[in-house]
């Protein structure tokens, strides 16, 4: 199927071959089938849930 939106915080996500993401995907775990589709920025695989400071490179500052 299609879906337009979100998924945050997910176990694991699999995009099957003729399914479709519009839309940013945070999770443990992505499977992306040959032939399926997203348009969005995916972060999987990082224990923080993808948390990290994109400026300091996924390094996080602690306020003194």
């Known amino acids: ?3 337009e939106g979100n998924i ?3 176990k694991r996500v699999d995009l099957q071959q003729k399914g479709s ?3 940013d995907v945070n ?3 992505l499977t992306v ?3 399926a589709r997203m348009r969005g920025q995916a972060v999987f695989g990082w224990e923080d ?4 400071d994109k400026k ?3 390094k996080h500052d602690s306020a003194s």
């Open 8 to 10: 945050e915080q997910a």
């Open 56 to 58: 300091s490179g996924g």
């Open 1 to 3: 199927g299609d879906l």
């Open 21 to 23: 993401i519009t839309g």
């Open 49 to 52: 849930s993808g948390k990290s």
């Open 33 to 35: 089938a040959a032939g």
């Open 27 to 29: 999770a443990g775990s």
